[in-house]
């Protein structure tokens, strides 16, 4: 499943920057660093969700992954009753379980 996440974010990722190439506000100076600025933002993000992923961060890590969108519910279904719990546990004191704002 990690290896799964990894490439739907990464995917996202190359969307996501990809739309802003093409938007042809500023000039390319002021594109270019908005490109680089958006790849080091998301690079923060995947190293938090993915980066040394262990028995003791899984749980963590799997929030982290459910609060950016990436874990659905069919995924999270795959995960013991105790896990899942723990992850919408987290997701929702944080605001981040789907269905908050």
């Known amino acids: 499943m ?6 739907r974010y990464c995917a ?8 802003s190439l093409k938007a042809r ?16 933002d998301r690079d923060e993000d ?5 980066d040394d992923f262990r028995r003791s961060t899984a749980v963590m890590q ?3 992954m459910r609060s950016m969108g990436l874990l659905t ?4 279904n795959g995960f013991s009753e105790q896990t899942q719990v723990q992850v919408r ?8 379980e789907p269905g908050h704002t």
């Open 2 to 7: 990690h290896s799964e996440l990894l490439e």
């Open 12 to 19: 996202r990722i190359l969307d996501e920057l990809a739309a």
């Open 25 to 40: 506000d500023g000039t390319a100076h002021d594109r270019y660093v908005r490109a680089c600025q958006l790849l080091k």
């Open 46 to 50: 995947m190293a938090r969700a993915f």
């Open 62 to 64: 799997l929030a982290i």
């Open 73 to 76: 519910d069919e995924d999270l």
């Open 89 to 96: 546990g987290i997701t929702s004191i944080s605001g981040a």
